[in-house]
């Protein structure tokens, strides 16, 4: 329990260090993020594209194709794949992409306690500590369901709950035109879409959406640049209503 506690202190320190910073936020106060010219994007278009449960298998590959397309993305991760995949956590902050929690395996937060809820994200946000240097800023519970008990805990460890307000339907469609299709016709300015970088046909239709979205005047940025001064207190929820499955 003493390490828990150190643990929300260390986490604390984190966002205080990044509430001095810029409004559009950075991936940690000390990472690769933090020094990278910031979009603005109530100037221009721009899109977030997030990527849930990872890091997965086909990490590598996505990420060669954002730094292709020069294009950052926020990625929810998995405490257990952060720990048995590390360099490809490791990759992700090094090139400046967002890192939120996702849990440790992915339980169900609806139905298991607060104690339980908090052991899921803390360890989450420990294990991503100590294999990137950079704390989690944001928090996606599992399947995108969320109770009080989910939001005392995001207040506590100083997380804004993001969802989504547009989805891929990559996990259902596994078809590499067809999530290239849904993902053009969802993605609107300042658009939060769901993804999942374990769907192998998601990766391979990267290319096709990052040059289709340029085209479109589109800015691919971090969750925090989209929504600025609009993201949530920690423990508040971005977006308030239903979201898009």
Not at 105 to 125: L, P
Not at 200 to 228: C, F, N, W
Request: proline share 5%; charged share 20%.
């Amino acid at each position: 329990m003493s390490r828990l506690l150190r643990s929300l202190l260390a986490l604390a320190c984190g966002v205080t260090a990044l509430a001095a910073g810029p409004a559009t936020g950075a991936a940690s106060a000390t990472g690769p993020a933090s020094t990278a010219a910031r979009v603005d994007c109530a100037v221009v278009k721009c899109v977030a594209l997030t990527f849930d449960d990872g890091p997965g298998k086909y990490a590598g590959e996505l990420l060669d194709t954002l730094k292709k397309h020069k294009a950052k993305a926020t990625f929810f991760l998995q405490g257990q794949y952060v720990k048995s995949r590390p360099a490809f956590a490791r990759r992700m902050a090094k090139e400046g992409h967002e890192l939120g929690n996702h849990s440790y395996r992915h339980s169900n937060f609806t139905g298991i306690s607060i104690e339980d809820i908090r052991t899921e994200v803390v360890s989450t946000q420990e294990i991503v500590h100590e294999v990137t240097g950079e704390w989690p800023v944001l928090l996606r519970p599992p399947y995108g369901l969320s109770t009080p008990s989910v939001e005392q805990v995001a207040a506590e460890v100083n997380l804004p709950i993001v969802l989504w307000n547009a989805g891929s339907r990559d996990w259902a469609l596994r078809d590499t035109k067809e999530i290239t299709k849904q993902v053009l016709k969802v993605a609107e300015r300042n658009s939060v879409v769901l993804m999942h970088d374990w769907v192998q046909e998601s990766v391979k239709a990267m290319p096709a959406i990052l040059t289709e979205l340029s085209k479109r005047g589109y800015h691919m940025v971090t969750v925090s640049d989209v929504l600025g001064d609009a993201m949530p207190a920690a423990g508040g929820t971005f977006p308030a209503d239903k979201v898009v499955g």
